[in-house]
């Protein structure tokens, strides 16, 4: 292992070298197993003697803080740290500080809800890892790498890439989005996208207007970006247009599936949200995160589409068509905007992953990822279909909100006086992890209501976790007595 050992002076060497090992070992820095440098080493890097420092180990040596062994070497003496002191997190130290961040990041979001060990996990915005075609990304990234091709790969001078050029034809041809190469900028996923875009569009003060109840990973973007964030109502058709603020300068919405609630946006509310923009000389940025998955004949087209005054910034993402670990989304922007979009990203990260990005090129240009979400659609819709029948057998509690696309599907709970919240906490001690709406609002909840995943749960198991959803609403209506809890099997 590299360590870090600076020494001052020219004082007592040895004691120096002791006192920074000793307290890297009962800090946790080092632990119990690990090997320090061989003397001669240590000594050639601090240029001292090899005396000095050997001097320094045998000290620790006595101590039993360090061991040798025999043709191996020297090591952090296991056990030599109480467990207490070495932690689990090694090598942390902290340190209080005299500086504090900006207004935007003093209150940090609240932890999101995790379905820790909870038998059945209705997660919403997580696909089914498993569908990945894992053998066929692990020959494509083999080739690029056994290739050596490690640097971004462009087309031009400007630094538009090939995994643009592919992007631009996947959408142009599975979503009618209207876009070249040109228009394409990839990013880390859609946060990255939406960051950009703030980056770009968004001064300090300015008003944005956010779908209420939405998704709070974009409100809470934007409000770090020292955005005036507002909430506006949504209804059956989408954003309420006619509560859009005046003053707003760009609107996030969600129209494929809107998030939460699933609602696709109708034409004419499309429309309206068009013309307003044109009227406000506001900016739409359309977030069609996992409209992928269609369980409907007919998708309605894109805003990005329908726009004629180049004013929708329409962003897109593989993580839910793929994997979010890849980190890959997109923003397919107006000529107007590219350039400066290109520079906010050079500005802050120069690029992606090289790797990921030729590898995403050669998946998409080979055909996999419509194949893959031709295969992923057919699983999603056999659980869809098999949560839609059990929600349906629960339909005097919850109303079924109609969608037509995405991985969750939302209810909203019929009994007004029932805390969503409430619920999901039960449900979750019981063993069933479902997503509570009041914490995806902006203002004070409307309705509650709970949103249902389906990439993390398995066909069979949607019946019987409705079940338990059931016993558990009966019981927090003071019905029933608690269900036992259910826990995944192993954990
Ligand atoms: C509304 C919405 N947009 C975008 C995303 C994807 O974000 P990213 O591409 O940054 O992983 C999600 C994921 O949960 C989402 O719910």
Redesign the pocket.
Same mark, same amino acid.
């Given at each position: 292992m590299d360590l870090h050992v600076t020494l001052a002076g020219s004082g007592d060497l040895t004691a120096q070298i002791y006192a920074q090992l000793r307290e890297a070992v009962l800090d946790g820095r080092l632990a119990g197993g690990d090997r320090v440098p061989a003397t001669r080493e240590l000594a050639t890097s601090l240029r001292v003697s090899r005396g000095t420092v050997t001097a320094a180990y045998d000290r620790l040596l006595a101590e039993q803080l360090l061991e040798s062994r025999r043709g191996s070497g020297t090591f952090v003496a296991a056990g030599c740290v109480p467990p207490a002191r070495s932690g689990t997190a090694r090598g942390r130290r902290t340190r209080p500080g005299a500086v504090t961040p900006t207004a935007a990041w003093r209150s940090p979001s609240a932890a999101p809800r995790v379905p820790g060990d909870a038998a059945y996990d209705f997660s919403?915005?997580?696909p089914d890892a498993s569908l990945f075609p894992l053998a066929t990304w692990r020959r494509i990234v083999s080739g690029t790498l056994r290739r050596g091709r490690l640097a971004p790969d462009t087309y031009d001078e400007r630094g538009v890439s090939r995994l643009e050029g592919e992007i631009a034809r996947y959408a142009g041809v599975s979503r009618s989005v209207v876009a070249s190469a040109d228009d394409v900028v990839t990013?880390? +996923?859609?946060?990255? /996208?939406?960051d950009l875009v703030a980056r770009v569009l968004v001064e300090p003060g300015d008003v944005v207007a956010v779908e209420d109840p +939405?998704?709070t990973? /974009?409100a809470r973007l934007f409000s770090t970006h020292r955005a005036t964030v507002r909430g506006v109502p949504v209804d059956g058709e989408g954003i309420v247009v006619d509560a859009l603020p005046d003053a707003a300068r760009l609107v996030y919405v969600?129209p494929s599936h809107q998030?939460?609630t699933g609602v696709a946006m109708s034409r004419a509310r499309r429309i309206a949200l068009l013309e307003w923009a044109v009227r406000h000389d506001a900016v739409l940025v359309e977030?069609d995160?996992?409209s992928e998955f269609r369980f409907a004949d007919r998708p309605l087209e894109p805003l990005q589409s329908l726009d004629r005054d180049g004013r929708v910034v329409y962003?897109g993402?593989?993580?839910?068509s793929l994997l979010?670990g890849l980190?890959?989304?997109y923003a397919i922007a107006p000529s107007s905007l590219t350039p400066a979009l290109r520079e906010a990203k050079r500005v802050t990260v120069w690029d992606g992953d090289a790797v990921t990005q030729r590898a995403l090129a050669d998946f998409l240009a080979e055909g996999h990822h419509a194949a893959h979400v031709k295969r992923a659609t057919k699983v999603y819709r056999a659980r869809r279909d098999e949560l839609l029948r059990g929600l349906a057998a629960l339909e005097h509690r919850l109303e079924i909100v109609p969608s037509a696309a995405g991985l969750h599907v939302c209810t909203f709970l019929r009994d007004g006086d029932l805390d969503d919240l409430a619920v999901a906490d039960r449900a979750l001690a019981a063993g069933v992890f479902v997503d509570p709406l009041s914490p995806r609002h902006l203002e004070r909840p409307t309705r509650h209501g709970l949103a249902f995943g389906v990439g993390g749960i398995r066909e069979e198991a949607i019946g019987p976790g409705l079940a338990v959803l059931r016993d558990v609403m009966r019981e927090v209506r003071g019905e029933v007595s608690a269900p036992r809890p259910r826990r995944r099997a192993g954990g």
């Open positions: 919403v915005g997580v990013t880390a +996923g859609a946060q990255q /996208a939406l +939405g998704y990973a /974009a969600t998030h939460p977030d995160y996992d962003v993402s593989f993580s839910k979010p980190r890959v989304g």
